[in-house]
């Protein structure tokens, strides 16, 4: 037999930071809302919740490892939305997103959940931010809240 350490999808009592992107804004604004009603659902209260707004993705990273680092937060929601163009800055800045959140995840001792949309298009950033595939600003609060449990039970 063995033991399993679960974590519960549970807002009450918690306080989470959310970075987020003003560059494609009609996006981000979406996937805050999203992150916010789900956490609210939750048992949180709305008061528990920090929006820190950076100008892109680029820096959500070091903002959310400051964040982290400053141990005031149960987890931090990274949200923002890079959509593909045509020049190659669209893989530069997703590449150091995704590096720099996983950096500040792995530095810190809380949960630093990545929520940034990479599309290829701006009907696909639309989709993924509550109209098709669902709102991926919920989707992140879902995993911050199930990791912030998670690690009270480590």
């Given at each position: 037999m063995y033991t399993e350490i679960?974590?519960?999808?549970q807002g009450k009592g918690r306080d989470f930071a959310l970075v987020v992107s003003r560059f494609n804004d009609f996006i981000t604004t979406r996937l805050l809302d999203g992150a916010a009603d789900c956490f609210c659902r939750h048992g949180g209260a709305a008061e528990n919740l920090t929006v820190v707004r950076v100008p892109g993705a680029?820096?959500?990273?070091?903002?959310?490892?400051?964040?982290?680092?400053s141990k005031k937060y149960n987890a931090v929601i990274c949200l923002g939305a890079v959509i593909r163009g045509s020049t190659p800055h669209f893989d530069y800045i997703a590449a150091e997103a995704a590096k720099g959140v996983a950096q500040a995840a792995m530095s810190s001792e809380i949960p630093v959940i990545f929520g940034i949309l990479t599309t290829d298009?701006?009907?696909?950033?639309?989709e993924r931010a509550g109209v098709k595939a669902g709102n991926k600003g919920w989707d992140a609060m879902m995993s911050a809240m199930e990791m912030a449990d998670l690690f009270e039970k480590l």
């Open positions: 679960n974590g519960n999808l680029f820096e959500i990273p070091l903002t959310a490892a400051k964040l982290a680092k298009s701006i009907e696909q950033a639309v």
